[in-house]
């Protein structure tokens, strides 16, 4: 896991509340995917980004969540009057070339709604 | 709709015997299939992986098997040691997207 960094580790926030979760690549990796691990499941889907670009954004809900890959800086994911629902493990992965190759993981980061 | 399955929540074997953990997928589309092993409290990291055109894969202890006409794939890790308990995921490509199974639990009692 080292070099794909994710933060902060664990992020509490209230009903409402906005939730920023940062993804940093390892170097040289353009491309970018977020997942979600729900408890007692497996990791979904959600988003797969290349600098400045959504290529894939099939697994986001269709409200409240909201990703981003800038020319500059860390990646983005960005849930909106977030609910307990949202609780979860939201887990960052980048690669180079975004062909069949293995991801890099970051450790996560654990969302807590209260 | 789940496309790839790992239909064992937990599996438990002792040191020094064979543990098989088995994926099924639906999705005859899949071309690359990966295996990743993750610890509490970290990101799941890459174990092994095969190409749709191969049957089988081996590095070191952890062999990879592909059966493409049973939709079916497995990883056996031979001999079992106690710090290869971990949650372990399969994880099938296709048009640039790696879908996952909910994962194994693996214990490896001493």
């Known amino acids: 896991n080292a070099g794909v960094m994710q933060n902060p580790r664990h992020l509490v926030r209230r009903r409402g509340q906005e939730a920023r979760l940062r993804c940093s690549p390892m170097?040289?990796?353009?491309?970018v995917y977020w997942y979600r691990q729900l408890p007692e499941e497996g990791l979904k889907f959600m988003v797969y980004l290349q600098k400045e670009n959504i290529i894939d954004e099939s697994g986001m809900p269709k409200e409240r969540f909201s990703a981003e890959f800038p020319k500059e800086g860390p990646s983005i994911l960005r849930i909106q009057q977030v609910v307990r629902g949202d609780s979860a493990a939201y887990f960052c992965?980048?690669?180079?070339?975004?062909?069949?190759?293995?991801?890099?993981f970051g450790s996560g980061t654990q969302l807590s709604v209260l | 709709d789940q496309q790839v399955k790992q239909n064992s929540p937990s599996l438990s074997v002792q040191e020094g015997r064979i543990s098989i953990l088995n994926c099924d997928y639906t999705?005859?589309?899949?071309?690359?299939f990966l295996w990743y092993k993750k610890y509490p409290a970290e990101g799941p990291t890459f174990l092994i992986s095969?190409?749709?055109?191969?049957d089988k894969n081996e590095d070191g202890r952890f062999t990879v098997f592909l059966n493409k006409s049973a939709k079916h794939l497995s990883l056996h890790i031979v001999p079992s040691q106690p710090g290869d308990s971990a949650v372990y995921f399969c994880a099938a490509w296709f048009a640039g997207k790696s879908t996952f199974g909910d994962g194994t639990t693996l214990t490896v009692k001493p």
């Open positions: 095969i190409s749709s055109i191969k």
């Open positions: 999705n005859s589309m899949f071309d690359y």
């Open positions: 992965a980048t690669q180079t070339s975004g062909f069949n190759e293995k991801l890099f």
């Open positions: 170097k040289g990796h353009s491309h």
